[in-house]
């Protein structure tokens, strides 16, 4: 029999304690969606069901009980930490859903100096943790652009990755072991060694679930001398993308490692004013970092590689370095961009998605045009580009960037008007030349569509995994896996 | 209706940490790696002047937007975003480049108001203060000069039923002041809760700003030769920073409660009681 919403919330404050049950209507409402609704709940609206609760999860034991609970009564949940996705993934799209809110589970448990790991539970926020490893000259390497907001756990959740990412990697290259909890309040710990070949890396398995397998409580990360003295930016400018791709792969094919390899297209280099010094042109970036013999080599060697081309015109460093250290989004950037919202009806979105090599250019070029040739309402847009942020030996992702004036339609239909219609092309543009359709936001909720397209036949193990381990389907509904 | 918008670009000073205020023998401090953005006060300024001008569009009198900046060619490209975003003409009026203009007010109200006199302007709109000089009286001495009312602290305009008249707010000792004035006027903007930023372009409003041609004007096209750009009446002597006078204490108590006592004990009884 399905409980009521009342029964939901009673059975929760019995097993967590009622001070840990939220059911403040404002607090649900803003629980019932993420930064890809920023629309509409900017206006006030929440098109979304409202959750039946949050609930502020104390540890570990508590996970379990609260999972075991509604995977018996089939409850579908929400996990949450930092509540910095854009993608949909914490909206709560089943009525009287549970928010299981992991932020108050915020210890800093061990930072190991011998073995370079640090351990936190999911609800450490990464910038307080990058700055406690800073006073002892250490750092995660993880830097995205909401490390001051965002928490441990749903960065392992998203797979997400930060700014300096072409040398230290990806949040699944950073994870060592972790603590999880899966829907039958089965708790499950990954232990912290350096490499291991005992059958499957089954720590994939749970990074980059977005909650829809299971809930990560804890998480263990290398951690890396750290030598901001070091540092070194290099930018240069160019005509066009194309040029840009053929550099990045050059310097990376090459083998050198720079902490940021960045390429921005003229029209998305405007939004950051590059323009004020290279007007109508791409910008390529580098930073060098690590210890003074790497930093001085990885950036020498670029300048090498990039000089070759005659075309590249060197830029002040200082410029770049002065942009970059004002990257990040904090609590007071958030507020200015919902002001600015909020009077000039004016938003911006971003569409991630990466490819080989030999197909960036193509997903660049196609999607542009096709958004320019085929959008209906390409005159409501005040900018349309993208760049590159993350470079691999093998390929770059692909940062679409479009925003628009809302133009006569009410705050919800919004996100079809624009955001999802312009998502859309991006999103099968990139697939049809073969690159994958998210890079690092995660599927959420709203790509859902393509899932079994981006898998293909490897979509059969995906599909395993949620058949093995939430079979009532009670893990973050509609997030990854289409509702069928 | 003929209206000047006046504005000026700065560095963006929130990008600048405290060990970059060093400045050169001239005391000019190097923000030359620094983006550079609207001043604050004139970004509303263009903002308010541009949804008065959207009023004025069916009255017998429509408004003409000039935009107007002196300087050496930063403004440029903000020049183009303005002709993007509506205004009708965008002017640049430069100088001697070598000349410090951050603490003359004086001259740049002269070479706006011999422009706003040679064009027969009606209104002229600009913001309270600027960023580098923080003078605070460019807006007082236009007015001045050009012999019209000027209202301070202004923080919205909208046309008036008279259509020489416009109904404007403007802030006075902690109070909101609502008049009808009649025009010509100088209006200069304080903090704009309606209009505190610029709209945004489209792509092709962006597109067909790049074919528009910016107006360059210099001081002698102004009628002031290179002697009367000179500040006769100061001298800088010298800049110094201020060193932040700031101290931390910890409370002290196991509990907020002793905290709070130990706050109140020794930080705020005597203060209360003053």
Same mark, same amino acid.
């Given at each position: ?484 | ?105 004086? %001259?740049? /109200? ?6 706003? =006199? $040679? ?5 002229? &709109? #600009?913001? !309270? ?38 109904? %404007?707010? /403007? ?6 002041? =609502? $008049? ?5 006027? &100088? #209006?200069? !903007? ?85």
């Amino acid at each position: 029999m399905t409980l009521t919403r009342e029964a939901i919330v009673e059975h929760l404050k019995n097993i967590v304690g009622k001070e840990r049950v939220i059911t403040d209507e404002q607090v649900l409402k803003e629980n019932s969606h993420d930064r890809y609704k920023k629309f509409e709940t900017i206006f006030g609206v929440y098109s979304t069901p409202i959750p039946a609760a949050v609930v502020k999860l104390a540890d570990t034991n508590q996970v379990s009980d609260v999972l075991k609970f509604l995977n018996e009564n089939k409850i579908n949940s929400v996990a949450k930490t930092g509540g910095t996705a854009t993608e949909g993934g914490l909206e709560t799209i089943v009525e009287n859903s549970v928010v299981l809110d992991g932020s108050q589970m915020n210890q800093i448990i061990k930072i190991d100096e011998t073995n370079m790991l640090a351990t936190a539970q999911c609800g450490v926020n990464l910038g307080e943790l990058e700055d406690r490893l800073r006073e002892q000259g250490f750092t995660t390497g993880h830097s995205p652009q909401s490390k001051p907001l965002a928490h441990m756990g749903g960065l392992v959740a998203t797979r997400s990755i930060g700014q300096f990412s072409t040398l230290y990697g990806a949040i699944e290259d950073m994870v060592i072991g972790l603590e999880a909890v899966f829907p039958n309040g089965e708790i499950t710990r990954i232990k912290n060694v350096p490499r291991r070949s005992c059958g499957p890396d089954i720590r994939h398995v749970i990074i980059g679930n977005e909650g829809a397998l299971c809930y990560i409580t804890e998480v263990t990360v290398k951690i890396y001398r750290y030598f901001p003295e070091n540092n070194e930016f290099l930018a240069w400018a160019l005509d066009d993308m194309s040029l840009g791709f053929e550099v990045l792969r050059e310097v990376m094919v090459e083998g050198y490692r720079p902490s940021v390899a960045r390429l921005y297209d003229a029209e998305d280099g405007v939004q950051h004013s590059f323009d004020q010094f290279a007007p109508d042109k791409c910008v390529l970036m580098f930073m060098a970092e690590g210890n003074e013999h790497m930093a001085r080599a990885t950036a020498q060697g670029i300048a090498e590689i990039v000089e070759k081309h005659e075309e590249c015109r060197k830029i002040d460093s200082r410029l770049i370095e002065n942009w970059f250290n004002h990257l990040n989004w904090g609590p007071e950037k958030i507020a200015e961009e919902r002001e600015l919202i909020r009077k000039n009806f004016h938003i911006g979105f971003t569409t991630e998605v990466s490819g080989n090599w030999d197909c960036i250019n193509t997903i660049y070029e196609n999607a542009i045009k096709r958004i320019r040739e085929e959008y209906p309402h390409i005159e409501d847009l005040t900018m349309l580009g993208g760049h590159s942020s993350h470079s691999y030996q093998t390929g770059t992702n692909l940062y679409f960037v479009y925003d628009y004036d809302v133009k006569d339609c009410k705050p919800e239909e919004e996100i079809n008007k624009y955001h999802i219609a312009l998502n859309a092309l991006i999103v099968e543009e990139t697939l049809k030349a073969g690159g994958s359709m998210v890079h690092h936001h995660g599927i959420g909720k709203y790509r859902t569509s393509w899932t079994k397209q981006e898998h293909g036949s490897a979509y059969y193990i995906l599909k395993g995994l949620k058949d093995q381990f939430d079979p009532n389907g009670i893990m973050n509904t509609g997030t990854i896996y289409p509702v069928e | 209706m003929k209206i000047a918008v006046c504005f000026k670009i700065i560095a963006d000073y929130d990008r600048l940490s405290h060990k970059d205020w060093e400045w050169d023998e001239r005391h000019f401090v190097d923000m030359s790696f620094v983006r550079r953005v609207f001043n604050c006060f004139d970004e509303s300024a263009l903002e308010t002047s541009l949804k008065l001008s959207r009023q004025l569009e069916n009255v017998s009198d429509p408004a003409e937007l000039t935009a107007i900046t002196v300087d050496d060619g930063q403004g440029d490209l903000f020049l183009k975003h303005l002709m993007a975003v509506g205004y009708d003409h965008a002017v640049r009026i430069c100088c001697n480049n070598r000349l410090d203009l951050r603490f003359n007010p004086l %001259v740049i /109200s002269h070479l706006i108001s011999r422009y706003i =006199k $040679q064009e027969g302007q009606k209104l002229v &709109v #600009l913001g !309270m203060q600027g960023g580098e000089g923080d003078n605070g009286q460019t807006g007082f001495l236009v007015a001045e000069q050009l012999g019209w009312p000027c209202i301070r602290e202004v923080i919205d305009v909208v046309m008036a039923e008279s259509p020489d008249c416009l109904k %404007v707010k /403007s802030r006075i000792d902690g109070a909101i002041l =609502k $008049q009808t004035i009649k025009l010509p006027m &100088v #209006l200069i !903007m304080g903090h704009s809760l309606n209009s505190p930023y610029l709209r945004v372009p489209t792509l092709k409003q962006k597109l067909n700003a790049k074919k528009k041609q910016l107006t360059i004007l210099s001081n002698i096209d102004l009628g002031l030769d290179n002697e009367a750009l000179l500040n006769k009446d100061k001298t800088l002597m010298d800049l110094h920073g201020q060193k932040p006078g700031k101290s931390c204490a910890f409370l002290e108590g196991k509990t907020a409660q002793e905290q709070a006592q130990c706050l109140y004990d020794r930080y705020l009884k005597e203060r209360l009681s003053l």
